[in-house]
């Protein structure tokens, strides 16, 4: 019997280290810099963000008042979130050597400054920002997006 429960405990292991693998090899993204409260909604719980925390695709990154987050994604885009915002990383893939990909995002309330990177400059179609009111096509390399309680203000 005893041998049972270590053959059980050695498979529930070596099971378990790919899904750990996998979760990190999906990283989109790093969190570079943090001020505040900020938290990552993913998979139904509240994640707390510091520096160097991995982002996901489906993340859903929130700021608190006076807060902000700095995250990098695979393909060097610069995201900066400002205090009371929103966040959604909808969707990111990136070929490191071919630049294809895409990448979706939403600010659903608050601001997001960001700066394009080798997705955006190969293919800018590929890149989609959207607020409650508006979908943004990236046609520049830097741009800030802010939108009011009711999404009334994307600029």
Not at 1 to 11: C, D, E, I, S
Not at 23 to 40: L, M, P
Request: aromatic share 4%; glycine share 10%; net charge negative.
């Amino acid at each position: 019997m005893r041998m049972q429960a270590v053959q059980y405990v050695l498979v529930v292991a070596c099971g378990c280290a790919p899904v750990i693998d996998a979760s990190a090899a999906d990283a989109i993204g790093v969190v570079k810099t943090v001020k505040g409260a900020v938290h990552i909604e993913r998979a139904g719980q509240n994640v707390n963000v510091a520096v160097g925390s991995e982002v996901l695709p489906n993340d859903r990154i929130v700021t608190g008042p006076e807060s902000s987050v700095g995250i990098t994604l695979r393909d060097n885009t610069l995201l900066t979130e400002g205090s009371s915002s929103t966040l959604e990383l909808n969707r990111f893939a990136f070929d490191t050597t071919t630049h294809d990909g895409a990448f979706d995002a939403t600010i659903r309330h608050g601001s997001l400054a960001v700066v394009d990177g080798k997705l955006a400059k190969a293919h800018p179609e590929a890149v989609r920002f959207s607020t409650p009111t508006t979908t943004l096509g990236v046609r520049g390399t830097e741009f800030i997006i802010e939108v009011g309680g009711n999404g009334e203000n994307a600029r």
